[in-house]
């Protein structure tokens, strides 16, 4: 009996055909009978008969590897984003390598160059959010592996982008809280060099001024943690004229600023209003449960996948594409009620 994994020589050699008729075969090529094809892929089912990934990348110059970067593997957010891009991954025969920059620029670098190893045929990345120089990934595209941009973006490298709109579902939450009585709201963001933050805080600022409210830059703070919420909220809840809500950069904030709150014996949302952004787990193990803005990462992850892979089949399409996913707000316990009842 043979050792090893079957090859198609073997499949080749037990049906007498050539090897080049049972590699037709297996890609269902029509120059083929349909008996042909029929007993090939038959007899390789029966067998377990797996491609050679490494003679394939040998004969292609690449390798059927999507290579994803992200900055957090634990958070929510990415998590669901990676399942979306596996979905069609799958779908298509490709297969995912994934690295997290850990928010390190210099892993970052790292994971660059394992992927320019490995051969990838493409790469989907979410950067660092202490990323601020771009020769990294400007070195992939001169390794003529095409790059796609999701969430977190890159606006000196051109090319495909997968976001979410970021300043439509700020300017949501804070218009409903507006309308729920709350004239003071505070800012709660990433740091400012990101494109995201950028998008938030312009929908955060044209929301107040929409309905004539002033813009206090003291109500407007770098945090973007479960601590730094916390410190920061601590910090401006205790001053004379305190916030009576907040926006915050994601869930895990606004968590933070829920403890402060409750830790000041202040009510939520009766007297502070909390509107947090992503719609992750935790937003629903707080006590009480977190308003927050659903991003979708699921179709995120799809969009950004069927992007790249479009980029990996088709290299001499070069038209650029920008992807928005739109948002959808998630009323719960930490905002109150609108005056009409909806929410």
């Known amino acids: 009996m043979k050792k090893g994994p079957l090859t198609i020589k073997d499949i080749a050699r037990e049906l007498n055909i050539s090897p080049s008729t049972v590699s037709r075969a297996l890609k269902d090529n029509p120059d083929i009978s349909s008996e042909t094809r029929r007993l090939v892929q038959e007899y390789a089912k029966k067998h377990k008969y797996k491609p050679n990934a490494l003679a394939l990348s040998l004969r292609t110059q690449h390798n059927n590897i999507i290579g994803v970067m992200v900055p957090e593997l634990a958070n929510h957010f990415f998590s669901g984003v990676l399942s979306g891009m596996e979905t069609v991954a799958e779908e298509k025969d490709y297969h995912v390598i994934v690295c997290q920059s850990l928010e390190d620029y210099h892993k970052e670098i790292r994971n660059v160059q394992t992927l320019i190893k490995a051969r990838v045929c493409g790469v989907l990345i979410s950067q660092s959010k202490t990323t601020t120089q771009y020769g990294h990934f400007q070195e992939l595209i001169d390794n003529d592996i095409p790059v796609i941009f999701f969430d977190r973006i890159c606006t000196g490298i051109d090319t495909d982008k997968v976001v979410v709109d970021d300043y439509s579902g700020t300017f949501t939450a804070v218009e409903y809280m507006i309308k729920t009585g709350c004239k003071r709201i505070a800012f709660f963001s990433a740091p400012t060099h990101l494109e995201i933050s950028k998008n938030r805080k312009n929908g955060y600022l044209d929301a107040l001024r929409k309905y004539h409210l002033s813009v206090d830059e003291n109500l407007i703070r770098i945090a973007d943690t ?26 895990y904030t606004a968590s933070g600023i829920l403890v402060a709150a409750k830790q000041l014996g202040l009510k939520v949302p009766e007297e502070i209003s909390i509107f947090g952004f992503s719609n992750s787990n935790i937003s629903q193990d707080t006590d009480p449960m977190l308003t927050t803005m659903d991003q979708h990462p699921q179709t995120v992850g799809e969009e950004a996948m069927r992007l790249i892979l479009e980029k990996v089949e088709n290299p001499e399409h070069i038209s ?9 707000l998630i009323a719960r316990q930490t905002t109150r009620k609108l005056p009409d009842g909806n929410g």
Do not use: V
């Open 226 to 251: 479960k601590s730094l919420g916390y410190e920061r909220a601590m910090e401006i809840l205790q001053e004379p004229n305190r916030p009576d809500a907040f926006m915050a950069m994601n869930d």
């Open 320 to 328: 650029r594409k920008n992807k928005i996913i739109k948002t959808s």
